[in-house]
């Protein structure tokens, strides 16, 4: 059975920094497209940022040169370190694995983020 779990969620006052973490049991990740995604209250799910395979990352331009996603596929392991955080980051945070030529699309169940101002 895949899952993908997150963690490292909080509460921060408003240039403050948290690190998430996205685990993967039951899947390799070397094939996955993994994505951080958010949605804050009353909001539609957004791209936070995405890596290809292990290619450059992208990310939204709300969090350029703030965040960095990193992924180590040998631990199965994806990371967004945010820093100088803002208010208008407070969403619940999900990291998502996706492989079109598979067919397979997973989400971890989300972590909450919130910053003060």
């Known amino acids: 059975e895949v899952h993908f779990v997150e963690s490292g969620g909080g509460l921060v006052q408003a240039g403050g920094s948290l690190r998430l973490s996205c685990v993967a049991s039951g899947v390799t990740t070397d094939d996955y497209a993994i994505g951080w995604f958010r949605q804050a209250p009353g909001k539609e799910r957004e791209l936070v940022a995405i890596?290809?395979?292990?290619?450059?990352?992208d990310y939204s331009e709300s969090v350029e040169g703030r965040f960095t996603m990193s992924r180590d596929n040998t631990k199965k392991t994806v990371s967004l370190q945010m820093n100088s955080l803002r208010p208008e980051d407070t969403a619940v945070y999900y990291c998502?694995?996706?492989?079109?030529?598979?067919?397979?699309?997973?989400w971890g169940q989300g972590t909450q983020v919130t910053v003060s101002s």
């Open positions: 998502n694995a996706r492989s079109p030529i598979i067919g397979a699309d997973y």
């Open positions: 890596n290809v395979r292990g290619g450059p990352t």
